[in-house]
Antibody, heavy 118, light 107 residues
Framework: QVQLKESGPGLVQPSQTLSLTCTVS????????VHWVRQPPGKGLEWMGV???????DYNSALKPRLSISRDTSKSQVFLTMNSLQTEDTGIYYC????????????WGQGTLVTVSS | NIVMTQSPKSMSISVGDRVTMNCKAS??????IAWYQQKPGQSPKLLIY???NRYNGVPDRFTGSGYGTDFTLTINSVQAEDAAFYYC?????????FGSGTKLEIK
């Protein structure tokens, strides 16, 4: 079955770089797009970016200067890298996959909490 | 950039009532809208896609409607387990912007 699981450091110091990994199973990264979404504590959802099945990427314009998404198809992994972290980047980070035919984000990881603090 | 505006921000409804919440896009998104339900401590769950299509296993009391810029999620005969946050999202094209959410409380 389709599964996604985020992993990475729980704590990052201000101004440092965040690196997260999304490990997927049950589908091929060359067939489906994978997105990253984050949620600050007590707040709403923010779409961060996508790596399309063909390997291209699109980013939230507000995050684009600091954000990079890549993948290793042989390992079924998608990577998120974001630099110059600040306290407002604290939150839960989710990777997810769209439903067939692109109709919404049907499969979500459990999320990983990232805290930006010294 | 496209902006998705949800209203109301919160509502308190009794079990068995009908509830309607709204999502307005700042530009025409055709039917490229999804709705999600998120309960505390859980990942969001897809309810509706392409404005009016119920996702697998979603109870038929959830109904989506709308086209262009104005969209609605209706829950008929609300149940206690429907207490959650609800988010709309523009889908199909980037940016995949979310609305700010509507909190549904059950009296």
């Amino acid at each position: 079955q389709v599964q996604l699981k985020e992993s990475g450091p729980g704590l990052v110091q201000p101004s440092q770089t965040l690196s997260l990994t999304c490990t997927v199973s049950g589908f091929s990264l060359t067939s489906y797009n994978v997105h990253w979404v984050r949620q600050p504590p007590g707040k709403g959802l923010e779409w961060m970016g996508v790596i399309w099945s063909g390997g291209n990427t699109d980013y939230n314009s507000a995050l684009k200067p600091r954000l990079s998404i890549s993948r290793d198809t042989s390992k079924s992994q998608v990577f998120l890298t974001m630099n110059s972290l600040q306290t407002e980047d604290t939150g839960i980070y989710y990777c997810n996959r769209n439903a067939p035919l692109g109709g919404g984000f049907a499969y979500w990881g459990q999320g990983t909490l990232v805290t930006v603090s010294s | 950039n496209i902006v998705m505006t949800q209203s109301p921000k919160s509502m308190s409804i009794s079990v068995g009532d009908r509830v309607t919440m709204n999502c307005k896009a700042s530009q025409n998104v055709y039917n490229n809208i999804a709705w999600y339900q998120q309960k505390p401590g859980q990942s969001p769950k897809l309810l509706i896609y392409y404005a009016s299509n119920r996702y697998n296993g979603v109870p038929d009391r959830f109904t989506g409607s709308g086209y262009g810029t104005d969209f609605t999620l209706t829950i008929n005969s609300v149940q206690a387990e429907d207490a959650a946050f609800y988010y709309c999202q523009r889908i199909y094209n980037s940016p995949f912007t979310f609305g700010s959410g509507t909190k549904l409380e059950i009296k």
